[in-house]
């Protein structure tokens, strides 16, 4: 990055008084910790820099305008933090994204303002951007473009951590940890104080797991409170304290996981059996014959991605969600639910053009492979939630899309809220009732018209009623 430009890039650096939306992703994805060095490479105003030193973060700064002086040296985080889109040549962009590639050790995270954000940008047309009244250039960056184009530079496999931000590993391995990471959340172990409750934890893991731990995957404390145990009295107490169906349904749940994450991975670009994290070798090496034969699994399973009547039928057989002619509608909590080739529909979109941070509603298309992410934000609070965005991906060819509703007079709203969670949700029960409210007092009688905001509410003043939270009420009389 050099310190002369033609567009006046030091204007394009905003002060911030919390961490960015690329750094709060990186730290939720546990890629940013204090025992890993930081650069923030062109970091503005240090904002990030600042509110990261304050986590007990090791990082430091460089800017060619408000920190030329701070020394560049490699880390094993490089954080590229919206850079990128104000460079308006595009060697200079080149040069830049490979000399922080350079720099990480471990991993890059490139982040990138996006297309949808062009109306929020004055200006004309320059080189292939545009070029502001205030003499700052800006390149949006469409989320697949962003991904295509790191992955150009650094000659790697990228992931897509959210729209606009990718992150480029360094070592395979640690691409494929953090995948997995996202697919198979590492397990919860039970609080253990003692050799009585660390033996309890144990067995509630075998069972959720469907197999013994290996001693390096325990928690540190518990191995050590196990320690004096030789390994047969560890497998009698297993044998005998663990109940055996859910012991049976753990190691099928971790079979279609391991299955979910190699088909992922070959979507992304598998690796050796070597590189993939210790938990998933292991259940590789206990639920299959050979790494051979789960992987020939599960590449059946990423083929049947292309069967719509596989993909239908897998719909109308979820236990979760809402199922109309076109799509399958989950909510965010009822995901993993989800048959398992529909989770992987889901995950192969995320990871090639990213899953936004907030979402309420996946919504899965049977035919043409499209994956949306919908927002409510007040699905638990409103009794008919308003969307504020959606954004969607396209699997066959990745392009992206993205709606806001922010200005809206006239959003669409959901009803029948039940229906989009698993039967066991707790709060279920309370979204049925008000269903079956509104189903007594007729308004449901025209569904083309409760949609959006306008009709569902001409629908109440006709059925004289309101609602009161969660509850419907008659409408007062004038």
């Known amino acids: 990055m050099q310190q002369s430009w033609n567009s006046d ?232 304290s663990a109940d055996a169906e859910k012991v049976a349904e753990g190691a099928k749940h971790t079979t279609l996981n391991t299955l979910l994450f190699l088909a992922v991975e070959l979507f992304n670009g598998r690796g050796p059996f070597s590189s993939l994290p210790l938990g998933v070798q292991l259940d590789v090496r206990t639920f299959f014959t050979s790494y051979k034969e789960a992987c020939k699994r599960s590449d059946r399973l990423l083929l049947k991605l292309r069967d719509d009547t596989y993909i239908r039928d897998s719909m109308n057989a979820s236990s979760v969600g809402k199922i109309t002619p076109t799509a399958l509608y989950v909510h965010r909590r009822a995901i993993d639910r989800m048959p398992t080739v529909l989770r992987l529909y889901e995950h192969c979109a995320s990871v090639a053009a990213g899953r936004p941070q907030e979402w309420t509603i996946a919504k899965l298309k049977h035919q043409g492979r499209a994956i949306s992410w919908l927002d409510y934000p007040g699905f638990d609070k409103d009794p008919h939630p308003r969307i504020t965005s959606s954004y969607l991906v396209d699997l066959k060819t990745l392009e992206t899309s993205y709606t806001s509703y922010a200005n809206s007079a006239n959003r669409p709203l959901l009803h029948r809220k039940h229906e989009f969670l698993a039967s066991d949700d707790p709060d279920v029960p309370r979204y049925r009732r008000l269903t079956r409210s509104e189903l007594r007092a007729g308004l449901y009688e025209n569904p083309h018209l409760i949609g959006t905001e306008n009709g569902w509410e001409a629908e109440l003043i006709r059925c004289g009623r309101m609602l009161r939270g969660h509850r419907l009420v008659r409408r007062p009389e004038d």
């Not at 002060?15 to 992703?25: D, I």
């Not at 990480?104 to 940008?121: N, Q």
């Not at 919860?188 to 660390?198: N, Q, Y």
Request: aromatic residues 6%; charged residues 30%.
């Open 9 to 240: 890039r030091r204007r394009t650096a905003i002060g911030r008084s919390s961490l960015s939306v690329p750094a709060r992703q990186a730290l939720a994805d546990r890629q940013l910790n204090a025992d890993r060095t930081i650069l923030d490479y062109g970091c503005g105003r240090g904002g990030d820099v600042a509110s990261l030193q304050r986590l007990d973060c090791k990082i430091t700064g460089w800017d060619p305008y408000y920190n030329s002086s701070a020394p560049v040296a490699p880390s094993d985080i490089v954080l590229l933090t919206y850079v990128l889109n104000i460079i308006e040549d595009p060697v200079e962009r080149r040069q830049t994204l490979k000399e922080a590639w350079r720099l990480a050790t471990s991993v890059l995270i490139v982040s990138a303002r996006l297309t949808w954000e062009r109306s929020k940008v004055r200006g004309q047309e320059y080189g292939d951007g545009l070029l502001t009244s205030r003499q700052t250039f800006q390149h949006l960056f469409s989320p697949e473009e962003l991904r295509i184009y790191v992955e150009e530079i650094t000659g790697t496999r990228c992931i897509s951590a959210a729209p606009g931000i990718v992150y480029a590993f360094k070592d395979d391995s640690a691409r494929l940890d953090y995948l997995a990471h996202r697919i198979v959340p590492d397990a919860e172990w039970l609080a253990s104080a003692d050799t009585t409750s660390a033996i309890a934890s144990l067995v509630d893991y075998v069972e959720r797991r469907g197999r013994p731990p290996r001693a390096d995957e325990m928690p540190r404390p518990m191995a050590e409170q196990l320690a004096h145990l030789k390994p047969g009295e560890l497998k009698r107490l297993i044998r005998d």
